[in-house]
T-cell receptor
Framework: GQQLNQSPQSMFIQEGEDVSMNCTSSSIFNTWLWYKQDPGEGPVLLIALYKAGELTSNGRLTAQFGITRKDSFLNISASIPSDVGIYFCAGHLRGSQGNLIFGKGTKLSVKP | NAGVMQNPRHLVRRRGQEARLRCSPMKGHSHVYWYRQLPEEGLKFMVYLQKENIIDESGMPKERFSAEFPKEGPSILRIQQVVRGDSAAYFC????????????FGQGTRLTVV
């Protein structure tokens, strides 16, 4: 099946540091969505991207839709302890009927 | 993910029993998606439904699994004769329109088969 390669798998950072994670694929996507999942909870939508090259911010979060439509990155600036969790990229493949393809996640740990 | 309601949050079933998972989409959303998540994994698509119709079930196991989204009431994911390998978190998402739009997730049902 189609795959999204998400990296890194995990990150251990100090509070206040900036974070960057990304997703790549060999397939073209129509949308990229970034979610955060806390333990025992469902994914919460952080940012949605719809156009190639689009750069969107949500507070301390910034995400971009790659020009080739095959990749996206998420940056978190000035991390705080509540940023801890698992971040997933997800996207709608070109031609899909609505189902999302998910990356395997980036587990973020923040040391106060 | 406020608005997408799933129940129960936790479900324990013995091998061979049936599991019924319910999902009420956000108000105004008529598109429902079911995903399965194994520990330390991303979510895997199972099935996409609109009211009274299955649109895409390409991720659904061929046997024992079924889903419906009736005209009235919640969407139901049914797993018959559960086995230990069915133990996972099952998430429902809804969207207002089809394809290429934001999808909002519920809190999930954690199924444990003993």
């Amino acid at each position: 099946g189609q795959q999204l390669n998400q990296s890194p798998q995990s990150m251990f950072i100090q509070e206040g540091e900036d974070v960057s994670m990304n997703c790549t694929s060999s397939s073209i996507f129509n949308t990229w969505l970034w979610y955060k999942q806390d333990p025992g909870e469902g994914p919460v939508l952080l940012i949605a991207l719809y156009k190639a090259g689009e750069l969107t911010s949500n507070g301390r979060l910034t995400a971009q839709f790659g020009i080739t439509r095959k990749d996206s990155f998420l940056n978190i600036s000035a991390s705080i302890p509540s940023d801890v969790g698992i971040y997933f990229c997800a996207g709608h493949l070109r031609g899909s009927q609505g189902n999302l393809i998910f990356g395997k996640g980036t587990k973020l740990s923040v040391k106060p | 993910n406020a608005g997408v309601m799933q129940n129960p949050r936790h479900l324990v079933r013995r091998r061979g029993q049936e599991a019924r998972l319910r999902c009420s989409p956000m108000k105004g959303h008529s598109h429902v998606y079911w995903y399965r998540q194994l520990p330390e994994e991303g979510l895997k698509f199972m099935v996409y439904l609109q009211k009274e119709n299955i649109i895409d079930e390409s991720g659904m196991p061929k046997e024992r699994f079924s889903a419906e989204f009736p005209k009235e009431g919640p969407s139901i994911l049914r797993i018959q004769q559960v086995v230990r390998g069915d133990s996972a978190a099952y998430f429902c998402a809804s969207s207002p329109v089809a394809a290429n739009t934001e999808a909002f997730f519920g809190q999930g049902t954690r199924l444990t088969v003993v």
